[in-house]
């Protein structure tokens, strides 16, 4: 099996970049990409010895001139998926279509809930009992594509935007890997109708199993 060549995007800590870098999977990093020059993931990229990229979106007065650039960057490190890893932007619609059904995005609700920012606080407010993280594949909506798999978390009483995040952190890492590791070995993939696992359709988002596998 050839290694799957992944790209990873990012805009800050990169946690979920080096959760990809450390786990063992059949993947190629073949760069780590970033619209923000001070990105604490673009340092994680060259421990791992990653190429790390930066164009400083700042510099770019319209979203199209900078989104054409950044991802013909990307394209030149020929990617088989991109992996948005906390990249915080709205990508142009024309740009991102290239890309349909090969790049992944990690998203801390419960998809269809809360997309866009403030996810943990927004579920907080909601009262919720069950708040957890997802990865869809990229579309043009925002957040919007579809979901491949999901963890939950229990919301406690006290439970702050912060507390939250803490802890679906961890949990979000091990269901990006996942994630990557299905794609890798060719089990999840973007159908016409769907999302396609071991080539049937997903009628609801994969879990993790207690061995951190994948199931529908
Ligand atoms: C994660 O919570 C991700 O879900 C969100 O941004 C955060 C990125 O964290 N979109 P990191 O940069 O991977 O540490």
Redesign the pocket.
């Given at each position: 099996m050839r290694p799957l060549r992944v790209a990873v995007l990012?805009?800050?800590?990169?946690?979920?970049?080096?959760?990809i870098a450390k786990a063992n999977l059949p993947i190629e990093l073949v760069g780590l990409f970033s619209d923000k020059p001070s990105?604490?993931?673009l340092e994680l990229a060259r421990a791992y010895d990653i190429p790390a990229v930066a164009l400083d979106a700042k510099k770019y007065t319209d979203r199209k001139t900078f989104d054409r650039e950044f991802f013909a960057r990307v394209a030149e490190a020929k990617p088989d998926l991109l992996v948005?890893?906390?990249?915080?932007r709205v990508i142009d619609d024309g740009v991102i279509a290239q890309w349909h059904g090969r790049a992944i995005?990690?998203?801390?609700s419960l998809l269809p809930k809360y997309t866009g920012l403030r996810?943990h606080q927004r579920a907080i407010d909601a009262r919720d009992v069950v708040h957890g993280?997802s990865v869809h594949f990229v579309t043009a909506e925002l957040d919007g594509g579809p979901v491949i798999a999901q963890v939950e978390l229990d919301i406690r009483d006290g439970d702050t935007a912060e507390s939250l995040?803490e802890r679906?952190?961890p949990m979000?890492?091990r269901l990006l890997v996942a994630t990557v590791d299905g794609v890798a070995r060719g089990r999840i993939a973007l159908g016409a109708h769907g999302v396609l696992f071991d080539g049937a359709p997903l009628n609801r988002p994969l879990r993790l199993d207690a061995e951190r596998k994948l199931v529908a």
């Open positions: 990012a805009s800050g800590r990169g946690s979920n970049f080096e959760a990105a604490r993931a948005l890893a906390g990249f915080m995005n990690i998203h801390p996810t993280a995040a679906s952190l979000e890492h």
